[in-house]
């Protein structure tokens, strides 16, 4: 075989067998790559540490959802954090009224980045049938949720139900997205909502 590179009497081939090394392990690093997301992924996803607010009926389902007969602890998320500096999933459950809004979104602010929201029992997704004026009709107008969990109140399997949801999320978004862009995404999806209930 001929080499067809250019004389060079300084010996200097102007970086080109590193770029056929590297062209060379292009498959293997990227393969490399694909698995350390997906292994980054799922540690994420299997090791969820919920932040509870619970206000009202819905904080008892709550807690039998963390009891053994449910066992969270199977999908990694029975480990629950009392300070929004631990925690990376807040689970709202119960009624949420205007002055406890401020306290919500201070919370949800100082939590580590990714962070999640699951929405669960029909008072704190819609409002319930709370039609008043000192009731928020949905978290979502302040802070952006992740997984909506249905009911008044839901059971602790549709928590679950609910927490495997959020699970496939994680999977889907991988390791690699950038959430400071995600955050801002979702932030400007709140502000665009019309905060004025008639």
Same mark, same amino acid.
């Given at each position: 075989?001929?080499?067809? +590179? ?49 206000? !009202? ?66 008072? !704190? ?43 496939? +999320? ?9 959430? +400071? ?6 932030? !400007?999806?709140?502000? !665009? ?6």
């Amino acid at each position: 075989m001929v080499d067809k +590179r250019p004389e060079n009497p300084g010996g200097d081939t102007h970086g080109l067998d590193q770029v056929v090394i590297t062209t060379k392990l292009n498959p293997f690093i990227k393969a490399l790559k694909e698995a350390g997301q997906k292994t980054a992924a799922w540690a994420r996803r299997s090791s969820l540490f919920p932040y509870t607010f619970g206000t !009202a009926c819905c904080g008892i389902e709550l807690m039998a959802y963390m009891a053994s007969y449910t066992d969270a602890a199977r999908f990694g998320a029975e480990v629950v954090r009392f300070s929004p500096r631990q925690a990376d999933c807040m689970i709202v459950a119960g009624t949420i009224t205007d002055k406890q809004v401020p306290i919500l979104k201070m919370i949800y602010d100082q939590m580590l980045e990714p962070k999640y929201v699951i929405s669960m029992g029909v008072c !704190a997704c819609t409002g319930g049938f709370y039609r008043a004026y000192h009731v928020v009709q949905g978290i979502d107008e302040f802070i952006p949720v992740d997984v909506y969990v249905a009911g008044c109140p839901p059971a602790p399997e549709s928590l679950l139900y609910g927490l495997m949801r959020l699970q496939e +999320r994680i999977d889907k978004e991988g390791a690699d997205f950038n959430t +400071r862009e995600r955050l801002k995404q979702r932030m !400007a999806e709140v502000d !665009a909502r019309p905060k004025d209930l008639g």
